[in-house]
Structure formats: structure tokens, C-alpha cells
């Protein structure tokens, strides 16, 4: 069964990257909400995918993942329709990374990061008022 690993908006909400795969095995896809269309642009084979960010102007994104060979995290980036290893992640900047993302999917559990939980809540708080 296919599940997606985790995911994150485009910073003009036109677009929705994406990690999906089933156990031991991912990839990393980019939906376009214009025209439905679910483009792969990994053609390798990861390990998993637990973290997926845009870059501010929407014209890449970094990843984090591991591959089935290796068992170090790499963050990855994609653009221009490439991917280039950036930096092998040591536990603290791997956790500065994991930090500001929204929230994570790892070993099937929701992980939401306190800062962001704290701002959805104020988010919805100023909602209701």
C-alpha cells in the first residue's frame, strides 16, 4: 500500500510536494493544483522521506532522506529538475531542520513541532475571536 511520508505547500499554494512509497521504499513527487498533474521527479529509489521543505520563491525544495544502501541522512535539493546532494545531517542539524518543519510522518507517527503547534493554535485562536 502507497502512503505519503510527508509533504509541504509551495509558497504560492500552487503546487504540493511530496514524499509517497510504502514501507522501506520512497520518491519524491510534486502536484500541480492547476491541472491535476502528479509529476515524479526522483528516479531513485530512498530508503524514506520524513521531511520535505520549498524554497521561498517556489522554484525548488530540500529534503531529507536516507537510502537503503546508507544508513546516514542526507539533505537533498531539488531544482531545475536535479537532484544534488547538500550536506550529510549529523543529529543537531538534522533537529534544527526537523524544528521548523510544520510537522513530520515518522515510523507512522504524526509528529508535530512545539513551535508550530504553538502557532496553529494562536492562528486558530484569533480565528474564533
Request: aromatic share 10%; charged share 20%; net charge negative.
Amino acid at each position: 500500500m502507497l502512503t505519503i511520508n510527508s509533504y509541504n505547500w509551495s509558497p504560492d499554494g500552487k503546487q504540493l510536494a511530496c514524499a509517497f512509497g510504502d514501507l522501506g521504499s520512497s520518491f519524491l513527487a510534486i502536484f500541480n493544483t492547476g491541472n491535476g498533474e502528479l509529476r515524479v521527479v526522483s528516479d531513485e529509489d530512498y530508503e524514506s522521506i520524513p521531511a520535505v521543505v520549498w524554497h521561498k520563491d517556489g522554484l525548488g525544495l530540500d529534503f531529507i532522506s536516507r537510502w537503503a544502501a546508507s544508513e546516514e541522512e542526507v539533505l537533498y535539493r531539488y531544482r531545475q529538475d536535479s537532484i544534488k546532494e547538500v550536506l550529510k545531517l549529523n543529529e543537531k542539524n538534522r533537529q534544527m531542520i526537523m524544528d521548523i518543519l510544520p510537522f513530520t510522518v515518522h515510523a507512522g507517527v504524526l509528529k508535530i513541532s512545539i513551535c508550530r503547534l504553538q502557532m496553529l493554535i494562536s492562528l486558530t485562536l484569533m480565528q474564533l475571536m
